[in-house]
């Protein structure tokens, strides 16, 4: 299956410090998209990568910073962790020219911040 | 006033009848309206899109968007326990999806 991959899968980290969470999109995709999911919310929109650029961003502060690589494959970064920071982080790629609205998503890495 | 608003249930009920989730929106400027399901420990699947007023309909899944009362919902028929799940509203703007907080969903056999 060419879904989207996410890993980890699940991440303890200590308040302060840093963490990279890594997202492969669905095979023939080309744009990525990460979210955050607090418990019983709604995944809320951080940033869209397309051509290796930040192409749109949400309402989240500079501490959130992402990547995108030549394979399309992506990262997202957070700096100086806080505990509001625990959440299931949900990457999403879809394509740019095929107007797929069938945004695919991955099962997501579980951060939990002590 | 938020974007989307759902109600997040739970929603309780029994295996076989209709179900019905629905979402309220306020930005005249969404253009594509979305349903996903999402269960424990998973990702959302995206079950039905649409970009118009009316019905669609897709086996058991009825999705339907009233531009004019900014108001859409998800029917599913003949329910199941496998229904079972949190069922998120979504819609586009500007590339971007805003989700509702979800309705969690118990099917009861």
């Known amino acids: 299956d060419a879904g989207v991959t996410q890993s980890p899968t699940h991440l303890i980290k200590t308040r302060g410090q840093q963490v990279t969470l890594r997202c492969s999109p669905k095979?023939?995709?080309?744009?990525v998209s990460w979210y955050q999911q607090a418990l019983g919310q709604g995944p809320q929109f951080i940033f869209q990568y397309y051509e290796e650029e930040e192409r749109q961003r949400g309402n989240f502060p500079d501490r959130f910073s992402g990547h995108q690589f030549p394979n399309y494959s992506s990262e997202l970064n957070v700096n100086a962790l806080l505990l509001g920071d625990s959440a299931l982080y949900l990457c999403?790629?879809?394509?740019?020219?095929?107007?797929?609205?069938?945004?695919?998503f991955g099962s997501g890495t579980r951060l939990t911040v002590v | 006033q938020k974007e989307v608003e759902q109600d997040p249930g739970p929603l309780s009920v029994p295996e076989g009848a209709i179900v019905s989730l629905n979402c309220t929106y306020s930005?005249?400027?969404?253009?594509?309206f979305m349903w996903y399901r999402q269960y424990s420990r998973k990702g959302p699947e995206l079950l039905m899109y649409t970009y118009s007023s009316g019905n669609k309909e897709d086996g058991r899944f009825t999705a339907q968007v009233d531009k004019s009362s900014k108001y859409i919902s998800l029917f599913i028929r003949d329910s199941q326990p496998s229904d079972s799940a949190t069922y998120l509203c979504a819609m586009n703007r500007d590339d971007k999806i805003i989700f509702g907080k979800g309705t969690r969903l118990h099917i009861l056999p």
């Open positions: 095979s023939g995709h080309d744009t």
């Open positions: 930005n005249s400027a969404f253009q594509y």
């Open positions: 999403a790629s879809t394509s740019a020219t095929g107007y797929d609205y069938g945004y695919t």
